[in-house]
């Protein structure tokens, strides 16, 4: 029997990048980031890909071809013919949400405030609802090198409002310490995001990161009614 499509898009991805040399770290129980590309991501729940700096998402078969630079032929038999090494998959309990920055948040977000108002056209209004919300903060991060530097805290809440992960934005370029230039880290499992109810939601509105949800709130918070953006 012939090597499927099917066979190929299931093979894990997780052992397919470790064949292309790509290096990996986790960032939570299911996501995976390349050492080399910060917007490089895999997410074994769900055996895909993201590479967001060159806005590429995809399967395993996918990730061959781009890394490979190869038809989605010739991905597939390097699939079914290369040695794939095992990669070992940690099942140990999810540990619950700690949320370290806490300590280090301001009791103002005024250089945060000022980076959503220059870079997405946000207005003070919009900003202080997300912040009502508890949703948005700004604290000092430090990084691997020892140096404080601001950033946004999008936070992830679940029913009970308590915080289960976050997303942080860098406010200040910096194109020595980051690939971008600003700092994007997501703290969690990655298995929730942003989310904000606008009435009693009745639908759902999904936005791909916190900045692009507060973006969409501010461009139709007039027409929004009973619908949650997340």
């Known amino acids: 029997m ?12 997780l052992s397919i990048a470790s064949s292309l040399g790509i ?10 980031e390349w050492t080399e590309h910060d917007s490089f991501k895999i997410y074994e729940n ?13 399967d395993a078969i996918a990730l061959v071809q781009t890394i490979k630079e190869v038809s989605f032929r010739d991905a597939i038999k390097y699939i079914e013919s290369g040695d794939l090494p095992e990669v070992a998959i940690d099942n140990s309990p ?70 289960i992960g976050c997303s942080l934005q860098g406010i200040h370029e910096n194109f020595l ?3 971008h230039g600003r700092l994007k880290k997501v703290l969690g499992d990655g298995s929730t995001g942003l989310n904000i109810d606008v009435g ?3 639908r759902l509105i999904f936005l791909e990161a916190p900045i692009d949800l507060m973006s969409y709130y501010e461009l139709n918070k007039i027409r ?7």
Do not use: C
């Open 94 to 163: 999810k540990k619950p949400f700690q949320y370290y920055l806490a300590s280090y948040e301001y009791d103002h977000i005024k250089q945060g405030k000022t980076f959503l108002g220059d870079t997405r056209g946000l207005s003070e209004d919009t900003i202080t609802t997300f912040r009502s919300k508890e949703l948005l903060a700004q604290a000092r991060l430090k990084g691997s090198d020892g140096i404080f530097e601001p950033v946004l805290v999008f936070k992830f809440l679940n029913k009970d409002k308590k915080i």
């Open 177 to 179: 310490r980051h690939e």
């Open 23 to 32: 290096e990996l770290k986790k960032v939570s129980s299911n996501i995976y």
């Open 200 to 202: 009693t939601p009745e």
């Open 46 to 58: 769900t055996n895909s890909f993201s590479w967001f700096s060159q806005s590429i998402h995809g």
């Open 2 to 13: 012939s090597f499927t499509k099917e066979q190929a898009k299931s093979t894990s991805i």
């Open 224 to 230: 929004l009614e009973n619908v949650r953006l997340v």
